[in-house]
């Protein structure tokens, strides 16, 4: 007999970087799931100011940070755009584990998902103004605080990486040398 996939969701965001936001969404989606699929999207992007993480990288520091926080039932799939949204969902379904909830908060993902019969829930919001990829990156940039914003496994990743570095590099304009 087939398995029952009607408990098994899916939570998409780009991760650039996994924040303690995104950790608590993962974190309670996981709870009231049987299984859950975190989408990296963006997954082709990595070296830009807003997208400076490969998809290898986000994978890593997801996988860390929901080990750490002993969450076991997840799947990791990298997600690429597809600028061509009457098929996005179905590009989605084809490369994750079957889903039959959908978590997500951006209107337009909801919408296509909806359009596709899937049920779609909120995902509740943890202080956003703070907990935020965009913050996390402008902090890199300015030399403050970045690390309270994002699980301890997360500083490895990108200590290890130098992707504070990186992030800083890749925002300035063109140096006359
Ligand atoms: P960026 O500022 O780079 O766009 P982001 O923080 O918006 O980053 P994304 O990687 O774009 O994060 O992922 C988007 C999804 O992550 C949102 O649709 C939302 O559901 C979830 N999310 C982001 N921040 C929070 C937060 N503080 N609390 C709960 N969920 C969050
Ligand atoms: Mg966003």
Same mark, same amino acid.
Not at 7 to 36: N, T
Not at 64 to 70: F, G, I, S, V
Not at 93 to 100: A, H, N, Q, R
């Given at each position: 007999?087939?398995?029952?996939?009607?408990?098994?969701?899916?939570?998409?965001?780009?991760?650039?970087?996994?924040?303690?936001?995104?950790?608590?969404?993962?974190?309670?989606?996981?709870?009231?799931?049987?299984?859950?699929?975190?989408?990296?999207?963006?997954?082709?992007?990595?070296?830009?100011?807003? +997208? &400076? %993480? #490969?998809?290898?990288?986000?994978?890593?520091?997801?996988? @860390?940070?929901?080990?750490?926080?002993?969450? /076991?039932?997840?799947?990791?799939?990298?997600?690429?755009?597809?600028?061509?949204?009457?098929?996005?969902?179905?590009?989605?379904?084809?490369?994750?584990?079957?889903?039959?909830?959908?978590?997500?908060? +951006? &209107? %337009? #993902?909801?919408?296509?998902?909806?359009?596709?019969?899937? @049920?779609?829930?909120?995902?509740?919001?943890? /202080?956003?103004?703070?907990?935020?990829?965009?913050?996390?990156?402008?902090?890199?940039?300015?030399?403050?605080?970045?690390?309270?914003?994002?699980?301890?496994?997360?500083?490895?990743?990108?200590?290890?990486?130098?992707?504070?570095?990186?992030?800083?590099?890749?925002?300035?304009?063109?140096?006359?040398?």
């Amino acid at each position: 007999m087939a398995r029952d996939y009607s408990h098994y969701s899916l939570v998409i965001g780009r991760f650039q970087p996994l924040h303690k936001g995104h950790m608590d969404v993962i974190r309670k989606c996981a709870a009231e799931s049987d299984h859950l699929t975190v989408g990296i999207g963006s997954a082709q992007y990595s070296h830009e100011p807003e +997208n &400076p %993480f #490969t998809a290898g990288e986000r994978y890593c520091m997801i996988d @860390e940070a929901l080990h750490d926080a002993e969450v /076991d039932n997840y799947s990791i799939v990298p997600i690429e755009d597809l600028n061509r949204y009457s098929v996005w969902v179905s590009h989605v379904v084809s490369m994750c584990p079957p889903f039959s909830v959908v978590y997500s908060n +951006n &209107p %337009f #993902t909801r919408r296509l998902f909806v359009e596709a019969g899937y @049920e779609v829930r909120a995902s509740p919001m943890y /202080d956003r103004a703070i907990y935020s990829g965009t913050e996390v990156r402008r902090r890199m940039v300015h030399g403050t605080d970045w690390e309270s914003l994002v699980p301890p496994a997360v500083v490895e990743v990108i200590d290890s990486i130098d992707g504070v570095g990186r992030v800083r590099e890749i925002s300035q304009r063109d140096s006359a040398v």
